[in-house]
């Protein structure tokens, strides 16, 4: 079955760096796209970035553009976050998600990574 793990969240002071890592397993990862999302206290999914299967082709909510990057590495199943420049408005429970799953509807069945900003 499909497990998706995230990790690498934690405390962090405005302005600081968090990475992220999501370990994949039980689909062919290599040729899926994968996406970060987010959710705040009491809010709804957002989706923060996305990577296409050779990693070449990324894309990024305007709220993060030019702070965060999304990488994969193939050969190890995991798909990544960095996080630069943390804002107070960053502080959410980062998930990692199949595109497709999350397009057709599907929410995040993992546990998720909790990231929190202090200002």
């Known amino acids: 079955q499909v497990q998706l793990v995230e990790s690498g969240g934690g405390l962090v002071q405005s302005g600081g760096s968090l990475r992220l890592s999501c370990v994949a397993s039980g689909f062919n990862f290599w040729i899926t796209d994968m996406i970060w999302v987010r959710q705040h206290p009491g809010k709804g999914l957002e989706w923060v970035s996305s990577?296409?299967?050779?990693?070449?082709?990324?894309t990024y909510a305007d709220s993060v553009k030019g702070r965060f990057t999304i990488s994969r590495d193939n050969a190890k199943n995991t798909v990544y976050l960095q996080m630069n420049s943390l804002k107070s408005e960053d502080t959410a429970v980062y998930y990692c998600?199949?595109?497709?799953?999350?397009?057709?509807?599907?929410?995040?069945g993992s546990q998720g990574t909790q990231v929190t900003v202090s200002p």
């Open positions: 998600a199949r595109t497709s799953y999350v397009q057709s509807g599907g929410r995040p």
């Open positions: 990577i296409n299967p050779a990693g070449a082709a990324t």
